[in-house]
Antibody, heavy 127, light 113 residues
């Protein structure tokens, strides 16, 4: 059974960096699939932040690309999110998820839908 | 970006009745080369993460009850829940995976009438 668990500070100061980790059990992140971060602001819908492939290739949402880094640690079977220069607009529940990759319509980027999700972690941005 | 528009924002349906949720994409998400629609549906219950229900617009994820069905093609899609059960109360989201950034609808809240 695949399980994902987010961890990290629940409170981040404005202009600082949000750092979260997703520990994966039941499946090796280096074998296949993509591993993604998705967030949900309070009372709002879902926003895909970015993902990392089993081989370390990353794709980011252009709206966040300048501030986002996703990295993987295969020795610990976990992957991480760094989001710099946070503002109140970055307050959200952050989910990690496993992405099922399908051949993309154009270019190297795959299509991804998400079959396993972590429980989510609430991040507040406040001084 | 492909914008996903869901309707209605909320609906109330009686137990045992049918619920219908619509999703419209701003661009075609049907790939002609494989004749597949790059569209998924998720269910999110309060305090829980989203759960994958359907992918390829109409393929049920393993373990999802067959009262859930997806249909549509191109830009217009529907999630149908037959014989509504109390445990189906949730917010439902559609998502396109035709192109990045992958985008979700704003959700449809389903309640019991």
């Amino acid at each position: 059974q695949v399980q994902l668990q987010e961890s990290g500070p629940g409170l981040v100061k404005p202009s600082e960096t949000l750092s979260l980790t997703c520990a994966v059990s039941g499946h090796s992140i280096s074998s296949d699939y993509y591993w993604a971060w998705i967030r949900q602001p309070p009372g709002k819908g879902l926003e895909w932040i970015g993902c990392i492939s089993h081989s370390g290739i990353t794709y980011y949402n252009p709206s966040l690309k300048s501030r986002v880094t996703i990295s993987g640690d295969t020795s610990k079977n976990q992957f991480s999110l760094n989001l710099t220069s946070v503002t109140a607009a970055d307050a959200a529940v952050y989910y990690c998820a496993r992405g099922v990759a399908v051949a993309g319509v154009s270019g190297p980027q795959p299509g991804l839908y998400f079959d396993y999700w972590g429980q989510g972690t609430q991040v507040t941005v406040s001084s | 970006d492909i914008v996903m528009t869901q309707s209605p924002d909320s609906l109330a349906v009686s137990l045992g009745e049918r619920a219908t949720i619509n999703c419209k994409s701003s661009q075609n998400v049907l790939y002609s080369s494989n004749n597949r629609n790059f569209l998924a549906w998720y269910q999110q219950k309060p305090g829980q993460p989203p759960k994958l229900l359907i992918y390829w617009a109409s393929t049920r994820e393993s373990g999802v009850p067959d009262r859930f069905s997806g249909s549509g093609s191109g830009t217009d899609f529907t999630l149908t829940i037959n014989s509504l059960q109390a445990e189906d109360v949730a917010v439902y989201y559609c998502q396109q995976y035709y192109s990045t950034p992958y985008t979700f609808g704003r959700g449809t809240k389903l309640e019991i009438k």
